[in-house]
Nanobody, 131 residues
Framework: QLQLVESGGGSVQVGGSLRLSCVAS????????IGWFRQVPGKEREGIAC???????????YYATSVQGRFVISRDTAKNAVYLQMDSLKFEDTAVYSC?????????????????????WGKGVLVTVSQ
């Protein structure tokens, strides 16, 4: 069983940066497709950054238009962790951010757009961007 625990959330002003961490335990996260999602109360969950597993034959990463050019997803194999670097934060980036892992072969855009089949979720962390 894979467990995911996020950290790094908090409050930041518009234009600032935060780096979210997602540390995995139980299994190696490198064999999983990984995604970052966010949700605002009353709104649908949004897949913002998804990337294929390291063992994938065709590695790829997808970013939602809302974060393209500002957010970067990365992995640290040694720490069994995944990160989301968030720069140039906007007020509308305020949300609960969760990491998720999906086994098997996946297209990153499909993983982000259709999260219903995702196997593992972290509990999420709150990011608040103030003006």
């Amino acid at each position: 069983q894979l467990q995911l625990v996020e950290s790094g959330g908090g409050s930041v002003q518009v234009g600032g940066s935060l780096r979210l961490s997602c540390v995995a335990s139980g299994r190696g996260v490198n064999n999983y497709n990984i995604g970052w999602f966010r949700q605002v109360p009353g709104k649908e969950r949004e897949g913002i950054a998804c990337t294929t597993s390291i063992t994938s034959r065709k590695r790829a990463t997808y970013y939602a238009t809302s974060v393209q050019g500002r957010f970067v997803i990365s992995r640290d194999t040694a720490k069994n962790a995944v990160y989301l670097q968030m720069d140039s934060l906007k007020f509308e980036d305020t949300a609960v951010y969760s990491c998720a892992a999906l086994e098997g072969i996946a297209q990153p855009e499909a993983m982000c757009d259709f999260p219903e089949g995702i196997d593992y979720w972290g509990k999420g962390v709150l990011v608040t961007v103030s003006q």
